[in-house]
T-cell receptor, first 116, second 115 residues
């Protein structure tokens, strides 16, 4: 079954610094991969998704992620952090073919703190 | 722009009580999901429904039941609440019902406390 692992439950950066949130996937077939963001007391909203087209995916709010099959990774980056980026970020995976459960599997989340 | 609407947003129960969390979507989506969110554990799938009238277990279905009698509604029931079911519950929906799945649209969550 597919799964994702997010390294680091908490990440703290200074405003203006690079943001790097790590996600590694485990899937027996090429997956679709997603990053979601959750602001306090809200539901999750999609940041970006990888669907086997371009390996570098650009999302909302200046975020992007690169799919690296050789490293089974899909890390999320943003060149310059803003205070408004403080939130919890979730990586998620869906199998490419119709195998297994027809639902996304989420990682445990990474809380991003942005220091002024 | 309602999207996915969950009710209630907050609920406090005593151990052994029952309740139903309601979820409605107005996007004509085929699939609907219930997840629970606990600190450090991300979102875990409780049940999902790929189409009206069908439901399937997720990874943590014990103690819950669901029904999808109408395409736009997905109900999550707790027959006899336990403190371990204290959590934030999220309903989500998706247009696609088979892999690969597309984007999920989430409600704002229902915070349940079981005393």
């Amino acid at each position: 079954a597919q799964s994702v692992t997010q390294l680091g439950s908490h990440v703290s950066v200074s405003e203006g610094a690079l943001v790097l949130l790590r996600c590694n996937y485990s899937s027996s077939v090429p997956p679709y991969l997603f990053w979601y963001v959750q602001y306090p007391n809200q539901g999750l909203q999609l940041l970006l998704k990888y669907t086997s087209a371009a390996t570098l995916v650009k999302g909302i709010n200046g975020f992007e992620a690169e799919f690296k099959k050789s490293e089974t990774s899909f890390h999320l980056t943003k060149p310059s952090a803003h205070m408004s980026d403080a939130a919890e970020y979730f990586c998620a995976v869906s199998p490419f073919r119709g195998t297994g459960r027809r639902a996304l599997t989420f990682g445990s989340g990474t809380r991003l703190q942005v220091q002024p | 722009n309602a999207g996915v609407t969950q009710t209630p947003k907050f609920q406090v129960l005593k151990t052994g009580q029952s309740m139903t969390l309601q979820c409605a979507q107005d996007m004509n989506h085929n699939s609907m999901y219930w997840y629970r969110q606990d600190p450090g554990m991300g979102l875990r799938l409780i049940y999902y429904s790929a189409s009206e009238g069908t439901t399937d277990k997720g990874e943590v279905p014990d103690g819950y039941n669901v029904s999808r009698l109408k395409k736009q509604n997905f109900l999550l029931g707790l027959e006899s609440a336990a403190p371990s079911q204290t959590s934030v519950y999220f309903c989500a929906s998706s247009y696609l019902s088979s892999s690969p799945l597309g984007e999920l649209f989430f409600g704002e969550g229902s915070r349940l406390t079981v005393l």
